[in-house]
């Protein structure tokens, strides 16, 4: 399956500031999908990453507050803006297996703490 | 959009015992059911998934079963290890089965 390294893998952030978030492929994806995994709770889909369009976001998630890059079909960034402390959770990547196989692979998370 | 309900949140075993984790989901035209496993402070990583035109599958001491027509699916656990110990999801893709949407988790513990 694809392999996806994602950085930074934690970081500890003052409220107001911007954080952004990087994931690359070994392998060229079609879509990249970005999801928050808040403490002790279940994975939510952020939005979905195509190259060469806008990304798709879900109820609840903005672009101006989750900017997302795709400027090509291995690497994707999100940034979180204007952090509170209720944005701290844990940030992951994910892509769908490569063609022929099942599943979809994450990237290790970033850990993101806002004080 | 798709809908995932998981049963239940936390499930204590004593080693050797199976366990039965049980999810339901909403749209029809989901035709893809994974199952992940996260140990504390890593990644999700996929121990099965299956596909809508098989009604079970087995991998070692897992399986996953399926019914369409009551849209639930379970995974099952047999021979349980300390190493099982973790949060499971479930996760089903909806309507045009791309992105995931993930069950609430549920917490196994190995009692050794």
């Known amino acids: 399956s694809a392999v996806i390294s994602q950085k930074p893998s934690r970081d500890i952030c003052q409220r107001g500031t911007s954080l952004t978030i990087q994931c690359q492929v070994d392998?060229?994806?079609?879509?990249m999908f970005w999801y928050r995994q808040q403490p002790g709770q279940s994975l939510t889909l952020i939005a979905t990453?195509?190259?060469?369009?806008?990304?798709?976001?879900e109820s609840g998630f903005v672009i101006d507050k989750f900017p997302i890059s795709r400027p090509n079909l291995t690497f994707s960034t999100l940034t979180v803006s204007n952090m509170s402390p209720e944005d701290s959770s844990i940030y992951l990547c994910?892509?769908?297996?490569?063609?022929?196989?099942?599943?979809?692979?994450f990237g290790s998370g970033t850990r993101l703490t806002v004080v | 959009g798709e809908n995932v309900e998981q049963h239940p949140s936390t499930l204590s075993v004593q080693e050797g015992d199976s366990a039965v984790i049980k999810c339901t989901y909403s749209?029809?035209?989901?035709?893809?059911f994974p199952w992940y496993k996260q140990e504390l402070g890593k990644r999700p990583q996929l121990i099965i998934d299956?596909?809508?035109?098989?009604g079970e599958k087995k991998d070692q001491r897992i399986a996953v079963t399926l019914n369409k027509t009551a849209k639930h699916f379970s995974l099952h656990i047999t021979e349980t290890q300390p190493e099982d110990s973790a949060v499971y999801f479930c996760?089903?893709?909806?309507?045009?089965?791309?992105?995931?949407?993930f069950g609430t988790g549920t917490r196994l513990t190995i009692i050794p």
């Open positions: 994910s892509v769908e297996a490569l063609m022929g196989a099942h599943g979809y692979t």
């Open positions: 392998s060229q994806v079609t879509m």
């Open positions: 990453a195509n190259q060469g369009s806008e990304a798709t976001y």
């Open positions: 749209d029809s035209a989901s035709n893809y």
């Open positions: 299956i596909r809508s035109n098989v």
């Open positions: 996760a089903a893709p909806g309507f045009g089965n791309e992105k995931l949407t």
